[in-house]
C-alpha cells in the first residue's frame, strides 16, 4: 500500500485525484499506476484500470486470477466491474469512498447477484494517509 500511497501524492503534484494502485502476483509487483484523467484526456483512466490493464499485459492473459490490487480509495462502479471481469483475486484499499465507492458503498458491485466474481476486500489500509491527501486535495482544487 505505501507504494499505491506514493503514486496518489504524484497523482496530486500532477493536478490529478490523488488515487494511486498496484497489481501484485505474489512478491512481485506486475504494475503501479497512478491517476492519469486529465494527462490521458480520457475518464476511464483510474489508477486501478491502469494498473489492471499494465498487470494483463505483462501477464498476457485476460485475467488477473491469483493477483491482489492495491488502491488508495475504493474503487468505483466502473473498477469494480474491471475487477470482478479480470478475477482479481483481493482488493485492499485504503480509504472509503461514500459517494462514488462501489465495493463497501453505493451499489455494492461484488454483493449483487448478477456479479460473477467476487474478490476478497480488505479495507481501511493507510486510509488516514489517503483520506488526508484527498482532503488536502480537493479543499485546494475549490479554492484554486
Same mark, same amino acid.
Given at each position: 500500500?505505501?507504494?499505491?500511497?506514493?503514486? !496518489?501524492?504524484? $497523482?496530486? =503534484?500532477?493536478?490529478?485525484?490523488? #488515487?494511486?494502485? +498496484?497489481?501484485?502476483?505474489? &512478491?512481485?509487483?506486475? %504494475?503501479?499506476?497512478?491517476?492519469?484523467?486529465?494527462?490521458?484526456?480520457?475518464?476511464?483512466?483510474h489508477?486501478?484500470?491502469?494498473a489492471?490493464?499494465?498487470?494483463?499485459?505483462?501477464?498476457?492473459?485476460?485475467r488477473?486470477?491469483?493477483?491482489?490490487?492495491?488502491v488508495?480509495?475504493?474503487?468505483? !462502479?466502473?473498477? $469494480?466491474? =474491471?475487477?470482478?471481469?479480470?478475477? #482479481?483475486?483481493? +482488493?485492499?484499499?485504503?480509504? &472509503?469512498?461514500?459517494? %462514488?465507492?462501489?465495493?463497501?458503498?453505493?451499489?455494492?458491485?461484488?454483493?449483487?447477484?448478477?456479479?460473477?466474481?467476487?474478490?476478497?476486500?480488505?479495507?481501511?489500509?493507510?486510509?488516514?494517509?489517503?483520506?488526508?491527501m484527498?482532503?488536502?486535495?480537493?479543499?485546494?482544487?475549490?479554492?484554486?
Open positions: 500500500m505505501n507504494r499505491a500511497l506514493a503514486l !496518489a501524492e504524484e $497523482a496530486a =503534484a500532477n493536478g490529478e485525484a490523488p #488515487v494511486g494502485a +498496484v497489481v501484485m502476483e505474489g &512478491e512481485t509487483v506486475l %504494475a503501479a499506476e497512478r491517476n492519469r484523467m486529465k494527462a490521458l484526456n480520457d475518464p476511464t483512466a489508477a486501478e484500470l491502469l489492471m490493464r499494465a498487470a494483463l499485459a505483462k501477464r498476457g492473459t485476460g488477473l486470477d491469483g493477483c491482489d490490487l492495491y488508495t480509495l475504493e474503487p468505483c !462502479a466502473m473498477c $469494480a466491474g =474491471a475487477i470482478a471481469h479480470s478475477r #482479481v483475486r483481493r +482488493v485492499y484499499f485504503a480509504a &472509503e469512498d461514500t459517494k %462514488a465507492g462501489a465495493v463497501e458503498n453505493g451499489v455494492r458491485l461484488f454483493e449483487q447477484p448478477s456479479c460473477h466474481h467476487a474478490p476478497e476486500i480488505i479495507g481501511g489500509i493507510g486510509a488516514a494517509r489517503s483520506e488526508a484527498l482532503k488536502a486535495f480537493f479543499q485546494d482544487l475549490r479554492r484554486g
